[in-house]
């Protein structure tokens, strides 16, 4: 049974950082893309951030440029994205996804939900003005 874990999510002050990991295990991913989701509340799911096999391409919806990070430990089996400088619109359950082909070319990951097969369960990510 292949199962995605986020931990790290919780509350923080506007202008704090949190960071989130995302453990697999079940399979592993370390040939393949994987993703970070988010959803508020009343809105739709939207790409975060996401990363290639390699790690050594990332794609990272424009709000979040510069303030978030994706990386990857593959011997682990692990995702992380790093938030700073998190602002009150950032606040969503934050979903982990792993894409079930194997994709060991090198160009931008797929970011659109339907290209990932694995999700995990989510993390609350608050974060107060």
């Known amino acids: 049974q292949v199962l995605l874990v986020e931990s790290g999510g919780g509350l923080v002050q506007a202008g704090g950082s949190l960071r989130l990991s995302c453990a697999a295990s079940?399979?592993?991913?370390?040939?393949?893309?994987m993703g970070w989701f988010r959803q508020a509340p009343g809105k739709e799911r939207e790409s975060v951030a996401a990363i290639i096999w390699s790690g050594s391409y990332v794609y990272y919806v424009d709000s979040v440029k510069g303030r978030f990070t994706i990386s990857r430990d593959n011997a682990k089996n692990t995702v992380y994205l790093q938030m700073n400088s998190l602002k009150p619109e950032d606040t969503a359950v934050y979903y982990c996804?792993?894409?079930?082909?194997?994709?060991?070319?090198?160009?931008?990951?797929?970011?659109?939900?339907?290209?990932?097969?694995?999700w995990g369960q989510g993390t609350q990510v608050t974060v107060s003005s």
């Open positions: 996804a792993a894409d079930g082909n194997t994709r060991l070319s090198y160009g931008p990951p797929p970011h659109n939900d339907y290209e990932y097969e694995y």
């Open positions: 079940g399979r592993t991913f370390s040939r393949n893309a």
